[in-house]
Structures are given as structure tokens and as C-alpha cells.
T-cell receptor
Framework: NAGVTQTPKFQVLKTGQSMTLQCAQD?????MSWYRQDPGMGLRLIHY???????DQGEVPNGYNVSRSTTEDFPLRLLSAAPSQTSVYFC???????????FGPGTRLTVT | AQSVTQLGSHVSVSEGALVLLRCNYS??????LFWYVQYPNQGLQLLLK??????LVKGINGFEAEFKKSETSFHLTKPSAHMSDAAEYFC???????????FGKGTMLLVSP
């Protein structure tokens, strides 16, 4: 199993550009989520999904969009990038019976 | 609403010394509690979890944590630090099986020879 994979690993955007961060998992987990990590802030939840077709907002959803058309994939879309979205983004998936969440390796995004 | 406080953004220990990383939580219901470790430029790895079974939880790499309801604490300990333990550690809380995780701000563990 590859676990949770994220692409790209690094990305530089200009203000106003849009892009999609990809996340995929091969563990058949129902639960998937996106976090952003900023120095001294820990990880903050952006959006999450408890199954295909179901998404909800987390703590910091503004400027981000998600959809969940399959169990495996949970892409995160930046609609119009802003410097405040410079961060490291982590995708995670989990299965309710074990309470555990498994994290991807992260995408480091810089918006200039 | 759930929240997590990690006391100390940085903790320094000598190799072989006791490691103690503090975590206090706030939750309106019996919580599920987790410790994750993050090595430089990597994702988060689960160290251990408390899910209402035994209050003393053993994890990987010799770490353990004790759930103390009266103190709303879930401190992480290891009897003897190794250089390889140097990393950032995050405490997290969840209120339901499928609930979202709320993380503390993290504690960087520095280990000196």
C-alpha cells in the first residue's frame, strides 16, 4: 500500500493564480481531511470529508474548495492564491474503527 | 469546543535523560487523545492514542502517556532520550470516532549529546 500520497511536493504560485493540490489514499478510508501547518500554529483543519459526496468546513476554510467524488481522492483547490496561503499542506485519511489518521508527506506552497 | 494546550514550544534534554512533554486538553465529552511526531520535512506519524481503554498508553519508540481525567492532562514521557527522538511533537484531541482532530501548537524536542 502506498498509504496517503500528495502531489506536488513543492509549488510556487503568483498571487491570484489557482491550483489544485492532489491527495489520494489506497486504504479504503471513509474519512479524509486537509490541514495547513504554519510555524507556531500547529495544524489547522481546512476541510474534511466523511465519505464520497460529503464534505464540510473546518477551522480555516476561506479561500479553499474541496470535493469528494471517490473514496480514494480528495483534492484541495485554491481559487485565487494569496500570500497568506503560503504554508505546508497535509492531507490525512482515517478509519473510524481505529480512531487513527494517517498523514501524507505534505505539499509546501509558496505564494508570491 | 475542544482545545489542546502544549506547555513549552521547545524542550531541551540531554541524551539519556527523561523526556516529559506536557499536554492539557479541554473537551465537553470524554475525549480521544493522540500524540503525533513530525521529523524534519516529513508528515506526521502516530506515536500513541488513548481511546477510553487503559489510562496508561504505550506507543512506539519507547514513549508512553497517561490520561488523567482529573487534571485534563495527557503528558508524553520517555525514560531515556535518544538523539533520534529530536523532532516536533503534537498532541491532538477528538471528541468522536469520526470527529476532526484539534492539534496543539507543538513542542520541539531538542536532544543534546
Amino acid at each position: 500500500n502506498a498509504g496517503v500520497t500528495q502531489t506536488p511536493k513543492f509549488q510556487v504560485l503568483k498571487t491570484g493564480q489557482s491550483m489544485t493540490l492532489q491527495c489520494a489514499q489506497d486504504m479504503n478510508h471513509e474519512y479524509m481531511s486537509w490541514y495547513r501547518q504554519d510555524p507556531g500554529m500547529g495544524l489547522r483543519l481546512i476541510h474534511y470529508s466523511v465519505g464520497a459526496g460529503i464534505t464540510d468546513q473546518g477551522e480555516v476554510p476561506n479561500g479553499y474548495n474541496v470535493s469528494r467524488s471517490t473514496t480514494e481522492d480528495f483534492p484541495l483547490r485554491l481559487l485565487s492564491a494569496a500570500p497568506s496561503q503560503t504554508s505546508v499542506y497535509f492531507c490525512a485519511s482515517g478509519e473510524g474503527d481505529t480512531y487513527e489518521q494517517y498523514f501524507g508527506p505534505g505539499t509546501r506552497l509558496t505564494v508570491t | 469546543a475542544q482545545s489542546v494546550t502544549q506547555l513549552g514550544s521547545h524542550v531541551s534534554v540531554s541524551e539519556g535523560a527523561l523526556v516529559l512533554l506536557r499536554c492539557n486538553y479541554s473537551s465537553s465529552v470524554p475525549p480521544y487523545l493522540f500524540w503525533y511526531v513530525q521529523y524534519p520535512n516529513q508528515g506526521l506519524q502516530l506515536l500513541l492514542k488513548y481511546t477510553s481503554a487503559a489510562t496508561l498508553v504505550k506507543g512506539i519508540n519507547g514513549f508512553e502517556a497517561e490520561f488523567k481525567k482529573s487534571e485534563t492532562s495527557f503528558h508524553l514521557t520517555k525514560p531515556s532520550a535518544h538523539m533520534s527522538d529530536a523532532a516536533e511533537y503534537f498532541c491532538a484531541v477528538s471528541e468522536e470516532r469520526y470527529s476532526t482532530l484539534t492539534f496543539g501548537k507543538g513542542t520541539m524536542l531538542l536532544v543534546s549529546p
